[in-house]
């Protein structure tokens, strides 16, 4: 199967620890997206890469959050010093460059910050 | 922020009868596409209908736009148990780089 791929699929991490998330897009895709979802919400926006530059970042993204995609394929989320609003469902899609496409999610990365 | 708003926000029905869920939202966009999202799992695409297009089908899906009134509709012909999910609307902003906007959804729940 060749759709957008994260892992892992859970983590279970303490209060403090901070936590990597990894995404694997589409092949093709030079576009690539982050979302945080937490229960009875719709996905919520974080950042997006166009090949290996970040070219929006939402105010939802603290500075206790980076994410990168260094040679413009896969992508990591790191969240530094767990809070326990930190847990969630953190979703990665991807799509072609063109706005008008469409966009292909994972499967998600739940966090549970305990 | 949410941009938009899907309407009912849970519907109950039996199998076999149409469901339809409505989302309305703010601003100008390229493009809007729904998705259906099953508990706990990540979301998969349904349709995607361009800012120029005012209807479009895929199986027993039918979606419409109404660009004066800033709503979509999506209709379920011929329900199964299986379509019980959670569906969203998304939008994709006119001079927006392509990322998408969510509302909060529509339960579906689809009694056998």
């Not at chain 1, 897009?25 to 166009?50: D, V």
């Not at chain 1, 706005?99 to 966090?111: D, P, V």
Request: proline letters at 3%; a positive charge; one cysteine or more.
């Amino acid at each position: 199967d060749t759709g957008v791929s994260q892992n892992p699929r859970h983590k279970i991490t303490k209060r403090g620890q901070n936590v990597t998330f990894r995404c694997d897009p589409i092949s093709e895709h030079n576009r690539l997206y982050w979302y945080r979802q937490t229960l009875g919400q719709g996905p919520e926006f974080l950042t997006y890469f166009q090949n290996e530059a970040q070219l929006e970042k939402s105010r939802l993204l603290s500075d206790r959050f980076s994410a990168e995609r260094p040679k413009g394929s896969f992508s990591t989320l790191e969240i530094q010093r767990t809070e326990q609003g930190d847990s969630a469902m953190y979703l990665c899609a991807s799509s072609l460059e063109d706005g008008g496409n469409t966009i292909y999610f994972g499967e998600g990365s739940w966090l549970t910050v305990v | 922020s949410q941009q938009g708003e899907e309407d009912p926000q849970a519907l109950s029905i039996q199998e076999g009868e149409n469901a339809t869920m409505n989302c309305s939202y703010k601003t100008s966009i390229n493009n809007l596409q729904w998705y259906r999202q099953n508990s706990g799992r990540g979301l998969v695409h349904l349709i995607l209908i361009r800012s120029n297009e005012r209807e479009k089908h895929s199986g027993r899906l039918r979606v419409t736009l109404d660009t004066s009134k800033k709503s979509s509709s999506l209709l379920i012909t011929a329900s199964r148990a299986a379509d019980t999910a959670s569906y969203f609307c998304a939008t994709v902003g006119g001079g927006s780089q392509g990322n998408l906007i969510f509302g909060k959804g529509t339960k579906l729940s689809v009694k056998p």
